[in-house]
Antibody, heavy 120, light 107 residues
Framework: EVQLVESGGGLVQPGGSLRLSCAAS????????MDWVRQAPGKGLEWVAR??????????EYAAAVKGRFTISRDDSRNSLYLQMNSLNTEDTAVYYC???????????WGQGTQVTVSS | AIQLTQSPSSLSASVGDRVTITCRAS??????LVWYQQKPGIPPKLLIYHASTLEGGVPSRFSGSGSGTDFTLTISSLQPEDYATYYCQQFKSYPLTFGGGTRVEIK
C-alpha cells in the first residue's frame, strides 16, 4: 500500500523557517517525480514544487510564489521528500501535501497533509 | 503561466442528475489535463488523467473529454457520495496550475 506521511508543520512567525518531511512507503520511491501541493484555509489547491527522479536528473521546478524561498529535495536512500521553507509570510499558511506523480502526468497519491501556520 | 478557469464555481444538483463541469485553459494544453475530487478534510483523489482516461477504481459514471483549451468533467448520474469539490490541473507546462474548483452541493 502506498503511503505518504508528512511531518514538520507547525506555527512559525513571519520571516521564520520550517522544514517539512515526507516519508514514503509501498512503492519504489526513486522511480517517481514528487511534488508538494498546498491548500490555504478555505481555498483551492496550489502547486508548490516538483523534484524529478534520478533518470531525469533530479531537476526541480517551483511555483513563482515560492521560488527563491523554498527548496525541495529528496533522499532516495531514505525514501523521503523534503521542503525547506524560508522567509515565511502569512500567505504561506496552508496545509502542505506530499504528492506522488503517477508517471502518467497526474498526481495519484496524496499524503494527509501537514498544517503550516505563519502568524505573529 | 497557464490559467485554468472552471465553471461554474458551484452548483446544486439532485441525486440522479447529470452534472457537467467545464475547465478552460488560457492556451493549448493538448490533453495534459487531470481532474480531482476533494471532500472536506480529505486530500484530493485522482479521477481522470490525460483528459479522458479514468483512474482505476473510479466509477464509470465519471467521464472526461476535451483537448486543446476546453475540457469537461461529466457525472452521468450524481450519487450522494459525489458531493464534493472538483479541480482540474494542467501538466502541459510549468508552473503546474489548478483550476479554482467547482463545488457540487445537494439540491
Amino acid at each position: 500500500e502506498v503511503q505518504l506521511v508528512e511531518s514538520g508543520g507547525g506555527l512559525v512567525q513571519p520571516g521564520g523557517s520550517l522544514r517539512l518531511s515526507c516519508a514514503a512507503s509501498g512503492f519504489t520511491f526513486s522511480d517517481h517525480r514528487m511534488d508538494w501541493v498546498r491548500q490555504a484555509p478555505g481555498k483551492g489547491l496550489e502547486w508548490v514544487a516538483r523534484v524529478r527522479n534520478k533518470v531525469n536528473g533530479y531537476t526541480i521546478e517551483y511555483a513563482a510564489a515560492v521560488k527563491g524561498r523554498f527548496t525541495i529535495s529528496r533522499d532516495d536512500s531514505r525514501n523521503s521528500l523534503y521542503l525547506q521553507m524560508n522567509s515565511l509570510n502569512t500567505e504561506d499558511t496552508a496545509v502542505y501535501y506530499c504528492v506522488r506523480d503517477s508517471s502518467n502526468w497526474a498526481l495519484d497519491y496524496w499524503g494527509q497533509g501537514t498544517q503550516v501556520t505563519v502568524s505573529s | 503561466a497557464i490559467q485554468l478557469t472552471q465553471s461554474p464555481s458551484s452548483l446544486s444538483a439532485s441525486v440522479g442528475d447529470r452534472v457537467t463541469i467545464t475547465c478552460r485553459a488560457s492556451q493549448d494544453i493538448s490533453t495534459f489535463l487531470v481532474w480531482y475530487q476533494q471532500k472536506p478534510g480529505i486530500p484530493p483523489k485522482l479521477l481522470i488523467y490525460h483528459a479522458s482516461t479514468l483512474e482505476g477504481g473510479v466509477p464509470s459514471r465519471f467521464s472526461g473529454s476535451g483537448s486543446g483549451t476546453d475540457f469537461t468533467l461529466t457525472i452521468s448520474s450524481l450519487q450522494p457520495e459525489d458531493y464534493a469539490t472538483y479541480y482540474c490541473q494542467q501538466f502541459k507546462s510549468y508552473p503546474l496550475t489548478f483550476g479554482g474548483g467547482t463545488r457540487v452541493e445537494i439540491k
